[in-house]
């Protein structure tokens, strides 16, 4: 019995090493710090979204903003993939999309929106000051293409 309890004391403190404690969050999580990259991705775009929302409020109530991680890739040959119309690029990836407002599978309507590539986006920007910029470029141009617009003309105030 009493090498029973010795050899669980033993277990116990392998698991608390050097007398540190045990392992937990490095950082409270209230601090910017603790999010994830996809929490900090989320508030680049609202940020970036801002300044655009200010302004076009009205005609944009019905436009949703959505994060996906990566496109989703659909083949059409061997060696080309095709992207729609209202499709963003930096060379072959896509790093956002304009889907419009339509029905669903269910038969529910469905209301437009704008997809952002999460990893495309932070892969193309250097700094967190290049995506704020580069997320302002493809909202705008996202933006523009829904409302039927030049992109200069939703930028400029």
């Not at 090498?3 to 404690?21: C, F, H, I, P, V």
């Not at 999010?35 to 200010?54: G, K």
């Not at 890739?73 to 729609?84: F, I, K, P, R, Y």
Request: hydrophobic residues 40%; aromatic residues 4%.
């Amino acid at each position: 019995m009493v090498l029973a309890q010795g050899a669980r004391r033993a277990r116990r403190r392998g698991r608390d090493r050097r007398g540190r404690g045990l392992r937990g969050p490095l950082y409270p999580q209230n601090t910017p710090a603790a999010r994830s990259r996809a929490e900090r991705f989320d508030a680049a775009v609202l940020d970036a979204l801002e300044p655009i929302e200010q302004r076009w409020h009205e005609q944009l109530t019905k436009l949703d903003v959505a994060v996906d991680d990566v496109p989703e890739v659909t083949e059409t040959s061997a060696d080309e993939l095709h992207w729609g119309e209202d499709v963003v690029q930096d060379g072959s990836v896509p790093l956002a999309k304009l889907v419009p407002a339509g029905v669903d599978r269910k038969g529910l309507p469905t209301r437009a929106r704008i997809v952002l590539y999460r990893r495309p986006l932070e892969a193309r920007a250097v700094h967190g000051a290049d995506l704020t910029d580069l997320l302002h470029d493809v909202l705008v141009e996202q933006v523009a293409s829904y409302l039927g617009l030049d992109p200069d003309t939703v930028d400029n105030p």
